[in-house]
C-alpha cells in the first residue's frame, strides 16, 4: 500500500514518460500523489471499514470512500470517465480496462488471508468503475502477486501463478525498454509493471524500473512498489521521505486504515 504511494510520488515527474534512464532523483520538487495514491487510500479505507466477505457491503463502502476522499482532489489526474464517475453520486460502472483498477488495488491483497478470497477483493474493487474483463483482470493480477510475495513465494512462484491466470510475462525490462511506450489499458502497462518487480533487486530498484520503461510512469511505479513492499519491505528513509509530499488531510486518511491492514 505505501509501496504504491511511493512509487506514485516518484513517478509522477514521468507519468508521460521518461529518459528511459535508471539514473535519476527518486524526489524532486513538484512530486506529488496523484489518483494512484489517491485512490489506493481510498480502496484502502473502504477494506478497513467494510466486510470484505460481503459484494454489497464492500462496494457501497467503496463507491462512497473514493468519492469522499477523491473529491477532495478534483486536480490528482484522474481519467474522464472515472472523473464524471466521481462527481455523479448515481454513477455507474463504465466498463473501463484502463490500468486505474490495478493502481488502487493493493489494499485488496492485506485485506483478506487467502488467495482466492484476494482475487475475489481485487474483482470487486475493480467493477464498480473497470467492469471490462481486462480492467477486473489487471487489477486481479496485482492483487495476486502481492499476496504471493507477502505470504512467502518466491520470484519464480510468483512469475508462474500470473503467467498462469493472467499474462505472459516472457520478457526483461532491458528487452522492451527502448521500443516501449505510453500504454493506460491493463494488457499493455501491468505485466510490464509486474516484470519490474520480478527483474529487480530490492524495492528502489522496482521503482527506477518502472520509471526507466518511458511508459506512463507513476502507474506502472505504483504498481510495481507495492508488490516490491510486500516482497522486500520498503527502506525507512523512503517510508519518511515521501510523507515531505503529501498533505495532512490525506495522510490522515492513510494513517486511518494503514495500522488495522497491515497488522492482519
Not at 496523484?34 to 466486510?51: K, P, R
Not at 509530499?245 to 486504515?257: E, G, M, P, V
Amino acid at each position: 500500500m505505501l509501496g504504491a504511494i511511493i512509487g506514485d510520488v516518484a513517478g509522477s515527474q514521468y507519468e508521460f514518460g521518461s529518459d528511459k534512464t535508471k539514473d535519476f532523483m527518486l524526489f524532486v520538487r513538484g512530486c506529488r500523489p496523484t489518483d494512484d495514491s489517491v485512490l489506493t487510500i481510498a480502496v484502502g479505507n473502504a477494506c478497513a471499514e467494510a466486510n470484505c466477505y460481503d459484494e454489497y457491503e464492500f462496494k457501497k463502502t467503496l463507491c462512497e470512500k473514493m468519492r469522499e476522499i477523491g473529491r477532495l482532489y478534483p486536480d490528482a489526474g484522474y481519467g474522464r470517465l472515472f472523473y464524471e464517475w466521481l462527481f455523479d453520486d448515481d454513477g455507474q460502472a463504465y466498463g473501463g480496462f484502463t490500468n486505474g483498477s490495478a493502481m488502487r488495488v493493493s489494499p485488496t491483497a492485506w485485506a483478506v488471508d487467502t488467495l482466492e478470497d484476494v482475487e475475489r477483493l481485487a474483482k470487486w474493487s475493480a467493477e464498480i468503475t473497470h467492469s471490462h474483463p481486462d480492467g477486473i483482470k489487471g487489477a486481479q493480477a496485482v492483487a495476486a502477486a502481492i499476496f504471493l510475495a507477502r505470504t512467502g513465494s518466491s520470484k519464480e512462484e510468483i512469475r508462474e501463478y500470473i503467467e498462469s491466470r493472467y499474462y505472459f510475462l516472457n520478457f526483461t525490462v532491458d528487452e522492451i525498454r527502448e521500443g516501449y511506450s505510453h500504454d493506460v489499458t491493463c494488457e499493455g502497462s501491468v505485466p510490464q509493471a509486474i516484470v519490474c518487480f520480478l527483474d529487480s533487486e530490492d524495492y528502489e530498484d522496482a521503482i527506477r524500473n518502472a520509471i526507466s520503461l518511458g511508459g506512463d510512469g507513476d502507474t506502472q511505479a505504483a504498481i510495481a512498489g507495492a508488490i516490491a513492499e510486500a516482497f522486500y519491505g520498503i527502506p525507512e528513509e523512503l517510508q519518511e521521505e515521501v510523507f515531505e509530499y503529501i498533505d495532512d488531510t490525506l495522510t490522515d486518511y492513510y494513517l486511518a486504515y494503514a495500522d488495522q491492514l497491515y497488522d492482519r
